[in-house]
Nanobody, 122 residues
Framework: QVQLVESGGGLVQAGGSLRLACAHS??????MGWFRQAPGKEREFVAA????????VYADSVKGRFTISRDNVKNTEYLQMNSLKPEDTAVYYC?????????????????WGQGTQVTVSP
């Protein structure tokens, strides 16, 4: 059974940093992604990483501020978020797809975590 569990969310002031983690089990070859959903908005792509970590892709809104990484020994994916802005406030979800390549498309991910809240105050 596949399980993804996010952690690391919280309240931070604008300009601050947070590091999200996604611990997972039950997966074999898989690319990982992070998405977020703000109140009243659609869930949107944030970042994704390929199975071996050699390829990453980011939404324009977070490029240069966020970094996605993974540790396949620890079965954990990370999202380092720097220079946070109030508009980054959302519930952040990690997701996995049974493919080697990363994807920016929400419908290409098969497994999802429960989400972790990130709140950035002005």
């Amino acid at each position: 059974q596949v399980q993804l569990v996010e952690s690391g969310g919280g309240l931070v002031q604008a300009g601050g940093s947070l590091r999200l983690a996604c611990a997972h089990s039950g997966l074999r070859i898989y690319a990982m992604g992070w998405f977020r959903q703000a109140p009243g908005k659609e869930r949107e792509f944030v970042a994704a990483i390929s199975w071996r970590g050699g390829s990453t892709v980011y939404a324009d809104s977070v490029k240069g501020r966020f970094t996605i990484s993974r540790d396949n020994v620890k079965n954990t994916e990370y999202l380092q978020m720097n220079s946070l802005k109030p508009e980054d406030t959302a519930v952040y979800y990690c997701a996995a797809r049974n493919e080697l390549r990363a994807s920016t498309r929400r419908d290409e991910y098969d497994n999802w975590g429960q989400g972790t809240q990130v709140t950035v105050s002005p």
